[in-house]
């Protein structure tokens, strides 16, 4: 019997694992993951950003644990020598109408005492020299590292503190008991006090699994990038942003310098038929049926059809992909980017086809689901991990 049962070993679950050990040291912890290792789906697979949390409403989850996030990542990395940097990162008005929106995202910044500046294209240039644009915002604490780095370091926190990762074991059922809670695994039964969902692309279904109605649905959203061949990473020095389009929940294709030296562009957003579909062609029935007879869904397509339909020009052709890049980077040619590997977001829907656009966490008396984490999860993970543990009654 255990005190504790995660399902999920990303970096949301592996860094609640390891708050509750600091918290509870007496206390039996397991982490439960599917894959034969951690970190196998959003976390080792996104732009590897410690993003800043310049962008998010003041007083949402997201701006809060980011802002402090941003912080505790680096800490973290510096304490364990998890390699990273903190190279700062230009967000640029490209056209006219998006000054004002830049503006807005600079007052953001300086609401939450973020050291932001805003500086000309000029001074753009000077950080980034390739880089075409009508002005810009320099943010000087984003930074990069791999998380799944990260997540291993977690993962092996968790086992020094006398946790257990359970790799290869699928949660299929939970049935709960007076006292208890029953873990029906691939690998066998697995009794608990206490469950802590984590398991991001599936979350909403494991809620079920534990006859919670999480009210919302988990669409994936697959982001596919595309990386500059070796000889013109000279293109960009750190990290280079489009101002967003705020009703969307997503940054825009960005140039992304990676901690391993290679430079990425993207990720763009494209409706996945499958929840870890990471290929276009990849299709599930059940994902796409529960997607297509999901009343949000279609609410949220009419809404942003436009946009929509955009994205999947992009995902089809290389040439409406390098376009979007060149309005940042003129001298980005097609020849210039092979594709790269991708990522799916785990994005709650509602059903009144509004977007989640904070971190959602809900309580059950014996357990807690984590029914939204998207981006910037990875960077806040571990005050959400912290935050997880101050809610378990
Ligand atoms: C393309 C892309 C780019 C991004 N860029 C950034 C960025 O630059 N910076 C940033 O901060 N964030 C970024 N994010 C967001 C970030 O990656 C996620 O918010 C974060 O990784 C979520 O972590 P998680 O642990 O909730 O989910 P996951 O990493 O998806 O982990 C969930 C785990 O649960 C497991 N699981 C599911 N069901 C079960 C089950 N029944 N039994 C057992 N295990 C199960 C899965 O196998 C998986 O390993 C990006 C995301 C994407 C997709």
Request: charged share 20%; with cysteine.
């Amino acid at each position: 019997m255990y005190n504790f049962a995660i399902i999920g070993g990303g970096i949301v679950g592996l860094s609640t694992g390891m708050a509750l050990g600091q918290k509870y040291p007496n206390a039996s912890i397991v982490v439960l993951e599917k894959e034969d290792c951690v970190a196998f789906h959003q976390t080792g697979r996104n732009s590897g950003v410690i993003h800043s949390g310049i962008y998010y409403k003041p007083g949402s989850f997201k701006a809060k644990f980011t802002s402090v996030g941003n912080q505790s990542m680096v800490d973290f990395c510096r304490t364990y020598d998890i390699p990273h940097e903190v190279c700062g990162k230009v967000i640029v008005a490209t056209k006219e109408k998006e000054l004002l929106l830049l503006e807005n995202i600079y007052q953001l910044g300086l609401e939450k005492k973020l050291k932001v500046k805003k500086i000309s294209s000029q001074e753009v240039k000077e950080i980034e020299p390739y880089v075409n644009c009508l002005a810009g915002v320099y943010v000087p604490t984003s930074g990069i590292v791999d998380y799944k780095k990260v997540s291993q370091k977690y993962s092996q926190l968790i086992q020094k503190q006398g946790g257990e990762i359970c790799l290869n074991t699928e949660v299929k059922r939970i049935i709960k008991t007076s006292d208890s809670q029953i873990l029906e695994t691939n690998q066998g039964t697995i009794k608990t006090n206490f469950v802590i969902n984590c398991s991001g692309l599936y979350s909403d279904r494991v809620a079920k699994l534990a006859k919670v109605d999480s009210q919302v649905k988990i669409v994936p959203f697959r982001g596919e990038y595309y990386e500059l061949i070796p000889e013109k990473r000279y293109l960009v020095k750190n990290l280079v942003y489009p101002v967003p389009n705020p009703e969307f929940p997503f940054l825009g294709v960005h140039f992304t310098r990676m901690i391993d030296g290679s430079v990425h562009a993207g990720p763009n957003a494209v409706l996945s038929l499958k929840r870890e579909g990471y290929k276009k062609t990849d299709f599930n029935l059940k994902d796409c049926a529960e997607v297509m007879t999901y009343p949000g869904f279609w609410k949220l397509a009419a809404k942003h059809a436009d946009e929509g339909i955009k994205e999947m020009i992009r995902s089809f052709s290389k040439a409406a992909f390098v376009h979007s890049l060149q309005q940042i980077i003129p001298e980005v040619t097609v020849s210039d980017v092979i594709a790269s590997k991708s990522g799916v977001r785990a994005q709650a829907l509602k059903p009144d086809g509004g977007l989640v656009n904070d971190f959602l966490i809900i309580q059950d008396k014996q357990a807690l689901h984590v029914c939204n984490a998207p981006s910037p999860a990875a960077t806040a993970s571990l005050e959400i991990g912290k935050a997880i543990v101050a809610r378990i009654p």
